[in-house]
Structure formats: structure tokens, C-alpha cells
């Protein structure tokens, strides 16, 4: 994937979609300029997932996180409080 920037205003995805398709496939993604501003980004499907699989990780490493400090209760003083001496 290449990480130089691309841009296409909104009136190149209406009047030439395949070309903005293609060019957004080969790098992976792209910034759509509304008004000269960047307005929204077009991304490769693969690209979104693995965004989103690094999203869902770094939620993992936080949720563990809180829970590192928590008190903690040997399994059996758990198994004597709720399942009693066997």
C-alpha cells in the first residue's frame, strides 16, 4: 500500500466512480474534499477490517487493563462458598 495521500473531490466520485475505485484499491484508501476540505475517506475493504480487528484489540488491552487491579479470590475459596467442602 502506498502512503502518499490521495484525494478526490466528491464531483470526481460522480462523474468518474471507477477510476476512484480502482485508485482507492491500489492504495488502500483515499480522502474525498468536499469544499477543499476533507470530508471522508474511502478505504479497501481488507484495510477496514484489519483498522477494525487493531480497534477491537486495543479494546481488549484497555478491558484488560481495568481489570489487572482488581481483588482477586483464590478458585477455592469459591468453590468452598458455593459449592461447599466436597
Given at each position: 500500500?502506498?502512503?502518499?495521500?490521495?484525494?478526490?473531490?466528491v464531483?470526481?466520485?460522480?462523474h468518474?466512480?471507477?477510476?476512484?475505485?480502482k485508485?482507492t484499491?491500489?492504495r488502500?484508501f483515499?480522502?474525498l474534499l468536499?469544499?477543499?476540505?476533507?470530508?471522508f475517506a474511502l478505504?479497501?475493504?481488507?484495510?477496514?477490517?484489519?483498522?477494525?480487528?487493531?480497534?477491537e484489540?486495543?479494546l481488549?488491552?484497555?478491558?484488560?487493563d481495568?481489570?489487572?487491579?482488581l481483588?482477586?479470590?483464590?478458585?477455592?475459596?469459591?468453590?468452598s462458598?458455593?459449592?461447599?467442602?466436597k
Open positions: 500500500m502506498d502512503t502518499n495521500i490521495v484525494t478526490f473531490s464531483s470526481d466520485l460522480r468518474d466512480t471507477t477510476k476512484v475505485l485508485e484499491l491500489n488502500g483515499a480522502y468536499r469544499h477543499s476540505k476533507p470530508e478505504v479497501d475493504i481488507n484495510y477496514l477490517q484489519s483498522l477494525r480487528e487493531a480497534y484489540d486495543y481488549d488491552m484497555l478491558e484488560f481495568k481489570t489487572v487491579n481483588k482477586k479470590v483464590p478458585l477455592g475459596a469459591h468453590k462458598k458455593f459449592i461447599g467442602n
